[in-house]
């Protein structure tokens, strides 16, 4: 199944339309290979008047993932089916690109090959989920953050998820925010796009865009982060061409109107560059020293 929505859609409830009638207006893919690593299509359609957003569902894991992840975690196909519980010819199929597996299937694989979180499922839907604080909390714990070391957590997350459910909050706790940038410099591998396309349709790229920003100064900054930076570099870059001149702030909109107006003089120039009203900039960061 398929669904369309305008890109103008401040607040989007997806249409979804059946395979046969996308085939009428002649929209065609060849197999789930062809699609990006998002699983969302971008694309001008004649018979409605703006961008369109096409969503297919993302794809869990690559099929390079299902091939790498196994091979270096030394299992042969017939071991490492037996251990997912599926057949051997499903996995060859999965490594091949030819299957898509479930999100639960991927999380199982990603655990057994010991993969990074960054290759853990996404969730499909467009529409962010809301997430406390304090879940917030465990999820950023459980990628490592040292902030949060004293926080337990049973599952980890995706981290790209993780930024998702903190860059769209109104309000969020100052350490919180703090590490966000810290998430961005750990793991650069993260789905980007993913991230990237449901940002812009919560109007939060800006938010994203400076935290990406910090996250790049951070990294110049620190040893052994030094691989992170040409990626970093890459999606400020992708994200200035979406930012938004409406004024903004760093997850925190309650903020009285008198620190807004201290705030627009005294703000970094990076973030005034990207229209938001924040103080913090990554030397200010707990682990920037560090």
């Given at each position: 199944m398929f669904c369309i929505m305008s890109a103008n859609d401040s607040a989007p409830a997806p249409t979804r339309y059946p395979p046969f009638l996308l085939g009428d207006i002649h929209l065609k893919f060849l197999s789930f290979r062809d699609l990006?690593?998002?699983?969302?299509?971008?694309?001008?359609?004649?018979?409605?008047?703006?961008?369109?957003?096409?969503?297919?569902?993302?794809?869990?894991?690559t099929a390079e993932q299902w091939q790498t992840g196994r091979e270096n975690a030394g299992l042969t196909q017939v071991v490492a089916a037996h251990s997912l519980g599926v057949s051997q010819p499903y996995l060859s199929q999965l490594e091949g690109g030819v299957r898509v597996a479930s999100a639960e299937l991927a999380r199982r694989a990603a655990k057994l090959y010991e993969l990074p979180p960054s290759a853990l499922p996404l969730p499909e839907p467009l529409e962010v989920r809301a997430v406390s604080p304090d879940d917030l909390q465990r999820k950023l714990?459980?990628?490592?953050?040292?902030g949060f070391e004293h926080v337990r957590s049973k599952t980890t997350s995706n981290p790209a998820?993780?930024?998702?459910?903190?860059?769209?909050?109104?309000?969020?706790?100052?350490?919180?925010?703090?590490?966000?940038?810290?998430?961005?410099?750990?793991?650069?591998?993260?789905?980007?796009?993913?991230?990237?396309?449901?940002?812009?349709?919560q109007?939060?790229?800006?938010?994203?865009?400076?935290?990406?920003?910090?996250?790049?100064?951070?990294?110049?900054?620190?040893?052994?982060?030094?691989?992170?930076?040409?990626?970093?570099?890459?999606?400020?870059?992708?994200?200035?061409?979406?930012?938004?001149?409406?004024?903004?702030?760093?997850?925190?909109?309650?903020?009285?109107?008198?620190?807004?107006?201290?705030?627009?003089?005294?703000?970094?120039?990076?973030?005034?560059?990207?229209?938001?009203?924040?103080?913090?900039?990554?030397?200010?960061?707990?682990?920037?020293?560090?």
């Open positions: 990006p690593a998002s699983g969302l299509l971008i694309i001008a359609l004649p018979q409605y008047s703006s961008l369109c957003y096409i969503s297919v569902g993302s794809k869990v894991m714990a459980s990628l490592g953050y040292p998820e993780v930024v998702l459910s903190a860059v769209v909050k109104r309000d969020l706790d100052t350490r919180l925010v703090e590490a966000l940038p810290w998430v961005l410099t750990t793991y650069p591998d993260l789905n980007w796009e993913w991230l990237r396309n449901r940002v812009k349709l109007n939060a790229q800006n938010r994203l865009g400076y935290v990406v920003h910090l996250a790049e100064q951070t990294a110049r900054a620190l040893r052994g982060n030094q691989s992170a930076v040409p990626v970093l570099s890459r999606w400020e870059n992708e994200l200035e061409e979406a930012r938004l001149a409406s004024e903004g702030t760093l997850c925190r909109d309650s903020m009285p109107e008198r620190e807004r107006d201290w705030l627009r003089t005294h703000r970094p120039e990076a973030a005034a560059h990207w229209n938001l009203l924040t103080s913090l900039t990554a030397e200010q960061l707990p682990y920037a020293a560090g």
